[in-house]
C-alpha cells in the first residue's frame, strides 16, 4: 500500500475538505492513560474548531482541564484495485483520500457570546437552507439552551493537510488509473479522476 504523497499548507485546501465533511474524529486522552476516539459534528472558523455537547463526561473534562486534544477529518475517494497496475500481485492496491489533521488545546467557550458565535457557526454548517432564528445571546428564545449547553473550542497548535492521489506515479500510470476511473464511474471515481489529473498538471 502507498502511504501519503504530498503534504499540503494550502489554507484553501484546507478549507474545501472541512467545509465538505460534517463529522470530525477527536482524540482525547481518558484519565485512565488510554486514547478515546469520538466522532464529532464540527465547524472550522478560520482553523479554529467548535462543536458542542454534554456538560459533563470525559470529554468535558479533558477540555475544562485544556488538556491536548486532535481532530482528524478525511474525505475518502476511490478505491484502486491492484489488478489495474499488475497481475497476481496485491501490493499496488491503494486508497485515495484528503485529510486534515489538528493538534492543538481543547477549553471550553466561558462566554455566551462566544457559545453563540460557535453554536450559529454550527447551524449555518450543518443547515445552509436557514429556518431559524439567528442564534444571539441575548435573545430570550436561546438564554436557557446556550446556558445548558457546553460549546468546545480546539485553539490549533499544528495542522497537516494531506492528499493523496498517485503524485508519485508516473504519468503514464496516472492517465491509465483516470481512464479506469472514468470508465467503471463508481460514485467517487469522476471526483477522484479529477484530482489524478490535477497532479498532472502540477
Known amino acids: 500500500m ?5 503534504m499540503s499548507d494550502n489554507i484553501a485546501e484546507f478549507d474545501a475538505i472541512v467545509k465538505d465533511t460534517a463529522v470530525g474524529y477527536l482524540g482525547i486522552t481518558t484519565p485512565d492513560g488510554y486514547p478515546r476516539v469520538v466522532p464529532v459534528n464540527f465547524v472550522a472558523v478560520g482553523q479554529t474548531i467548535y462543536f458542542h ?3 459533563s463526561g470525559e470529554k468535558y473534562e479533558a477540555f475544562a482541564a485544556r488538556q491536548k486534544v486532535t481532530l482528524c477529518v478525511a474525505i475518502p475517494y476511490s478505491p484502486i484495485p491492484s489488478y489495474w497496475r499488475t497481475k497476481d500481485y496485491a501490493c499496488p492496491a491503494n486508497q485515495f483520500y484528503k485529510s ?9 467557550a466561558d462566554t455566551p457570546e462566544e457559545k453563540a458565535a460557535g453554536l450559529q457557526a454550527l447551524i449555518e454548517k450543518h443547515q ?7 442564534i444571539k445571546a441575548d435573545l430570550p428564545l436561546y438564554k436557557k439552551p446556550i446556558d445548558q449547553v457546553a460549546v468546545y473550542r480546539i485553539d490549533p497548535v499544528k495542522v497537516d ?3 493523496s492521489f498517485g503524485a508519485k506515479y508516473p504519468p503514464e500510470v496516472r492517465r491509465e488509473l483516470i481512464r ?3 470508465e467503471r464511474q463508481g460514485p467517487m471515481d469522476r471526483a477522484t479522476a479529477e484530482e ?3 497532479t498532472l498538471n502540477e
Not at 2 to 6: A, H, I, N, V
Not at 100 to 106: A, F, K, Q
Request: charged share 35%.
Open 2 to 6: 502507498q502511504g501519503p504523497e504530498r
Open 53 to 55: 455537547g454534554a456538560t
Open 100 to 108: 486534515v489533521l489538528i493538534r492543538g488545546t481543547g477549553r471550553l
Open 128 to 134: 445552509p437552507e436557514g429556518g431559524y432564528v439567528e
Open 161 to 163: 493537510v494531506r492528499v
Open 180 to 182: 479506469r476511473l472514468e
Open 196 to 198: 489524478i489529473r490535477k
